[in-house]
């Protein structure tokens, strides 16, 4: 039989103390229940390992020669409640993560500023990623999760939604388009389209659209990055068609997002993580975060 931790606690107090009270008072346990600790203890291991007399326990040669062991378990089990502690109450940590471009510029900063503040102590780590990069980086841990829209899920990958959005035409508040009560594809896709590359899932949920509206449009400018292209509508280039959540977060004072119409078009911002894994407490703090400044989406 192996010997439980109280035992062992038992043991090295009264070893230290030399009496069965003051080990007593430490545990905070009757001297009797001290006494039957340290006779489970002996019968455990088939060794005395003290010598009894009217006043004091010595401990025994065995007794001595196991004491440093004994000391050195307690500490580590010390150690280790004490880790648990600080991770759950999350005054440590690791926040490992990955975001596309566009999240981990317009939401991602204002967020990691409050959690910051909130949990100085966790190294926090951020991975401004590629979309087709965010599932292989999950998987292999390096990251504990990725935020992201992702056109498809592979094996072992979990989605949770963190935010749903509709896709809008984002124009100079100074313009024809901004005037409008209603924005429909039809009414934005009239001036220059400035858009993300092909490879982007937003791109592709727009050809979609187009596709299914029966309309065909070239791109005046296609980019890789979604503030080069609130820049160029800036610029007055045209009118890009972004998903209307990141603009609120970007410096871009002069332009607004309107929703586009006829039909509506929705993308999900997921949280990537791998299937059966549990986040530590620094993701969960940090997406209980996002969830209280950003909001759930409206069916979650």
């Given at each position: 039989?192996?010997?439980t931790?109280?035992?062992l ?5 009264v ?27 002996e ?19 065995a ?5 440093p062991?004994v ?16 991770l ?6 690791q ?14 900063p ?13 190294e926090?780590s ?8 965010l ?8 990251v ?32 024809a388009?901004?005037?409008k ?8 896709l ?12 937003i ?17 005046e ?13 800036q ?9 209307g959540?990141?603009?609120?977060s970007?410096p ?20 990537i993580?791998?299937?059966?894994h ?23």
């Amino acid at each position: 039989m192996t010997p439980t931790i109280k035992q062992l606690r038992a043991f090295a107090l009264v070893c230290r103390f030399g009496v069965l009270t003051r080990a007593a008072d430490e545990m905070f346990i009757t001297q009797p229940a001290v006494s039957v600790l340290i006779r489970q203890m002996e019968e455990a291991l088939g060794l005395r390992l003290f010598d009894r007399t009217s006043r004091s326990m010595r401990p025994t040669a065995a007794a001595h020669e196991i004491l440093p062991t004994v000391e050195r378990m307690l500490r580590d089990l010390e150690s280790i409640q004490s880790s648990v502690k600080e991770l759950a109450g999350r005054e440590r940590g690791q926040l490992r993560f990955a975001a596309t471009p566009s999240i981990a510029a317009a939401i991602v900063p204002k967020l990691l500023a409050e959690y910051r503040a909130l949990y100085p102590n966790i190294e926090v780590s951020l991975d401004d990623a590629a979309p087709d990069r965010l599932t292989a980086s999950t998987l292999t841990g390096d990251v504990e999760f990725g935020i992201g829209t992702i056109s498809d899920r592979p094996e072992g990958i979990t989605l949770q939604c963190l935010a749903r959005d509709n896709l809008c035409a984002i124009c100079r508040k100074d313009s024809a388009l901004a005037k409008k009560r209603r924005v429909s594809w039809k009414d934005a896709l009239q001036y220059p389209w400035i858009g993300i590359k092909s490879t982007s899932g937003i791109r592709k949920l727009i050809d979609e659209t187009l596709f299914t509206l029966g309309t065909r449009k070239a791109v005046e400018y296609e980019v890789s990055y979604m503030t080069t292209g609130l820049s160029m509508v800036q610029a007055g280039l045209g009118v890009a068609i972004f998903p209307g959540i990141l603009l609120g977060s970007f410096p871009h004072r002069d332009l607004v997002a309107r929703r586009l119409e006829a039909p509506l078009v929705t993308r999900d911002v997921n949280l990537i993580r791998r299937a059966e894994h549990s986040l530590s407490p620094a993701a969960e703090s940090f997406i209980e975060l996002w969830y209280k400044r950003i909001g759930k989406p409206a069916d979650l």
